[in-house]
């Protein structure tokens, strides 16, 4: 299952969080080869490493096998303060519009099912908190992943080389129809989320409850 964490619960995921940053770690700048990433303590982290970051990590018996994270556009990120000329007007901003950045899986889950319990999970947690879209800097071998679990992708400009990979700026759409699809695809069950304590609404605040399937 993939665990919810945001500044209201974050005391309950210290060892799980501190686990994360050191796969980061391991996967971005040593697999992927991120060097500007690089920092000589072996953890990833940056500045949109902060209180208001959401995690959403797949736990398994306390081990970290993947994740992804949730960055407000209303703060200073990644797309308006690294990569702004990856778009063609301006950098969507919003409290319902978050940027989504470092989808990682280990390297023995690969190919298997945690890819689209993550990738419901994304889904699910935005239907729940009132998040309409959310925004993306890619690389293009995304675009036909995204295709095929239904997630409606709008490009933000032309695609540009970054460390000579071809990347762009996307938005993506939060729908039912897409969780829908990624759920039927990954047979999985009604909700993928673990929420544990207590953490207030970010955006919505009138009990959104998820479709039966
Ligand atoms: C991105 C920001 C997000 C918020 C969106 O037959 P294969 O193995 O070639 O099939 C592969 C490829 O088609 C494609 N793929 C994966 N990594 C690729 C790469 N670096 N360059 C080009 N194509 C790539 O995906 C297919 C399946 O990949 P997979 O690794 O077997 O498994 P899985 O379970 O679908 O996991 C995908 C991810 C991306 C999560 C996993 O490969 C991973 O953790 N990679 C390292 C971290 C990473 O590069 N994350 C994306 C950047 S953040
Ligand atoms: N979408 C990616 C993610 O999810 O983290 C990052 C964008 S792009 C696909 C990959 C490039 O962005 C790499 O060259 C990496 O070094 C760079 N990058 C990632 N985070 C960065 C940051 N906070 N500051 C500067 N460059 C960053």
């Not at 697999?31 to 953890?43: K, Q």
């Not at 298997?112 to 998040?131: D, P, S, W």
């Not at 400009?157 to 897409?178: D, F, K, N």
Request: proline share 7%; charged share 25%; with cysteine.
């Amino acid at each position: 299952m993939i665990h919810v964490i945001t500044a209201g619960n974050r005391s309950l995921y210290a060892s799980e969080l501190a686990q994360h940053h050191l796969i980061r770690h391991e996967i971005f700048v040593k697999e992927r080869g991120w060097s500007a990433l690089d920092r000589p303590d072996g953890r990833e982290l940056d500045g949109y490493d902060t209180d208001e970051t959401i995690y959403l990590l797949a736990l398994d018996e306390g081990r970290v096998v993947g994740g992804h994270r949730l960055f407000p556009t209303t703060r200073p990120h990644m797309l308006s303060e690294v990569f702004p000329a990856l778009v063609a007007q301006k950098v969507p901003s919003a409290p319902d519009v978050y940027e989504w950045s470092r989808f990682f899986i280990v390297r023995e889950r690969r190919s298997g099912r945690t890819y689209l319990r993550l990738m419901a999970a994304v889904q699910q947690l935005c239907l729940e908190e009132g998040i309409s879209s959310i925004t993306a800097v890619i690389e293009m071998w995304w675009l036909p992943r995204f295709h095929e679990a239904g997630f409606v992708v709008h490009p933000l400009g032309l695609p540009q080389p970054v460390e000579g990979v071809a990347t762009a700026a996307v938005m993506i759409e939060i729908r039912e129809e897409s969780l829908a699809r990624v759920r039927q695809l990954g047979d999985l069950p009604a909700s993928v989320l673990v929420r544990r304590g207590d953490s207030p609404p970010l955006v919505r605040r009138d009990g959104y409850r998820l479709p039966v399937q």
